[in-house]
Antibody, heavy 118, light 108 residues
Framework: EVQLVQSGAEVKKPGESLKISCKGS????????IGWVRQMPGKGLEWMGI????????RYSPSFQGQVTISADKSISTAYLQWSSLKASDTAMYYC???????????WGQGTLVTVSS | SYVLTQPPSVSVAPGQTARITCGGN??????VHWYQQKPGQAPVLVVY???DRPSGIPERFSGSNSGNTATLTISRVEAGDEADYYC???????????FGTGTKVTVL
C-alpha cells in the first residue's frame, strides 16, 4: 500500500526556519515525482513545486520560487519542504503527494499544519 | 499562466445529479483530474484523465472534457458527497501544475 506520512504540526515565530518532511513507503520512492501543495486557511489548493527523488531534479511554481526549498533524501525515502525565514503569511496546511505519470496527484499525505505567529 | 475557473458552490438534493464545471482555454486538449476534499481531510483523487476512476471510487462519479469546459458529474448524490471539489491540469507549455478555484458541493 502506498503511504505518504508527513511530520507533525508546527508552531513557529516570524523569522524562524523550518523543515517539514514527507516519508514514502509501499513503492519505489525514487521512481515517482513528489509534489508539495499549500492550502491557506479557508482557501484552495496551490501547487508549490515538485522533486524527483531519483536525481533530485526540482521544479518550482513561480509563486514559490525563492520562498521555499524542496529537497529529498532517497536513502530514507523522505522529501522535505523548508523555509529559511517564516512569515505570518506562511500559515497554512501543506500537503505532499505522489505524482503519477507527471500528470496528477495520485496519493496524498495527511498534511502538516504550519502556524506562524508572534 | 493557465487559469481554471470553477463555480464557488453547487447545491443539490439527495438522489439528484450534481455537475461541477471547470473552465479553461482549450481545456479539451488537456487531461483533467478531479479531487474531493472533505473538511479536515486531505484531498482524494476521484477522476483522472478526464473520465477514469481510481479503484474504490464509486461509479456515480464521472467526468467529461471538451472545448473550453470539463465537467465532473456526481449521480445519485448522497450526503457523504458533501465536500470541496477541485479540477487540475498539467500545463505542458509552462511545465506547471494548475488547480481550479474549487467548488463547494452542498447536499440539501
Amino acid at each position: 500500500e502506498v503511504q505518504l506520512v508527513q511530520s507533525g504540526a508546527e508552531v513557529k515565530k516570524p523569522g524562524e526556519s523550518l523543515k517539514i518532511s514527507c516519508k514514502g513507503s509501499g513503492y519505489s520512492f525514487t521512481s515517482y515525482w513528489i509534489g508539495w501543495v499549500r492550502q491557506m486557511p479557508g482557501k484552495g489548493l496551490e501547487w508549490m513545486g515538485i522533486i524527483y527523488p531519483g536525481d533530485s531534479d526540482t521544479r518550482y511554481s513561480p509563486s514559490f520560487q525563492g520562498q521555499v526549498t524542496i529537497s529529498a533524501d532517497k536513502s530514507i525515502s523522505t522529501a522535505y519542504l523548508q523555509w529559511s525565514s517564516l512569515k505570518a503569511s506562511d500559515t497554512a496546511m501543506y500537503y505532499c503527494a505522489r505524482i503519477y505519470l507527471g500528470e496528477y496527484f495520485q496519493h496524498w499525505g495527511q498534511g502538516t499544519l504550519v502556524t506562524v505567529s508572534s | 499562466s493557465y487559469v481554471l475557473t470553477q463555480p464557488p458552490s453547487v447545491s443539490v438534493a439527495p438522489g439528484q445529479t450534481a455537475r461541477i464545471t471547470c473552465g479553461g482555454n482549450n481545456i479539451g486538449s488537456k487531461s483533467v483530474h478531479w479531487y474531493q476534499q472533505k473538511p479536515g481531510q486531505a484531498p482524494v483523487l476521484v477522476v483522472y484523465d478526464d473520465s477514469d476512476r481510481p479503484s474504490g471510487i464509486p461509479e456515480r462519479f464521472s467526468g467529461s472534457n471538451s472545448g473550453n469546459t470539463a465537467t465532473l458529474t456526481i449521480s445519485r448524490v448522497e450526503a457523504g458527497d458533501e465536500a470541496d471539489y477541485y479540477c487540475q491540469v498539467w500545463d505542458s507549455s509552462s511545465d506547471h501544475y494548475v488547480f481550479g478555484t474549487g467548488t463547494k458541493v452542498t447536499v440539501l
